[in-house]
């Protein structure tokens, strides 16, 4: 990568300035932050804006935790995205990622993963071999994902989740946080506990 590359960022919020950081040991120029908050003006010392005028020639990355509005803001307008990997990260060279995608400090991801576009992939996380992770998703800090583990577009794995290896999770789920999953999951379904039990379903966006 070269020096100094631009880099606008699309949320001002807690989880921007996760993102921040990163950029910043990745030796990134932030030149500015766009949120809808018009009283937000300033994060850790960058200036935030509503508009992206000044964003002509910058990569972006999109700095908020909700999948689904990630997903509108990144089909909204075409944009140059990037993907950030903290340099505390363990990736296998065999894992792939798409565009958008975070991955914080402290993730393991082994071999033959695939990660989507806009994902999270937050601090401590564990990712293991041959899992494919679709878009959208967020695998919340210390979440555990055993080998050939499918997760369907905008799933949001809550924080402590365990996954046993072989299942399919599907797309707009909700995995809560600490729940140990020993079975397939639908399309929708909110689960919690150990093992874990579907409590709702909701139609998957």
């Given at each position: ?18 993102i ?15 949120d ?34 990630r ?101 707009w ?33």
């Amino acid at each position: 990568m070269m020096e100094k590359q631009e880099l606008f960022i699309y949320g001002a919020s807690g989880h921007g300035k996760v993102i921040v950081e990163i950029a910043e040991r990745l030796s990134y120029s932030i030149i500015g932050l766009v949120d809808a908050n018009p009283e937000i003006k300033n994060l850790l010392g960058y200036p935030v804006s509503t508009s992206d005028d000044s964003a002509v020639n910058a990569f972006w990355i999109i700095g908020i935790g909700n999948n689904g509005i990630r997903k509108k803001i990144s089909l909204a307008e075409v944009r140059p995205y990037i993907s950030l990997i903290h340099p505390a990260a363990n990736l296998s060279k065999r894992t792939t990622i798409g565009e958008g995608t975070v991955v914080m400090a402290g993730v393991s991801i082994n071999a033959d993963v695939c990660v989507g576009k806009h994902c999270i992939i937050n601090t401590n996380a564990s990712v293991d071999h041959d899992c494919n992770i679709a878009d959208y998703v967020h695998v919340s800090p210390n979440a555990a994902l055993a080998g050939n583990v499918t997760v369907g577009e905008g799933t949001h794995i809550g924080i402590g989740a365990s996954i046993i290896q072989g299942l399919t999770i599907g797309r707009w789920c909700t995995i809560g946080a600490g729940a140990v999953i020993i079975q397939d999951v639908p399309d929708g379904a909110t689960v919690v506990g150990n093992p874990g039990r579907v409590i709702k379903v909701n139609q998957a966006e």
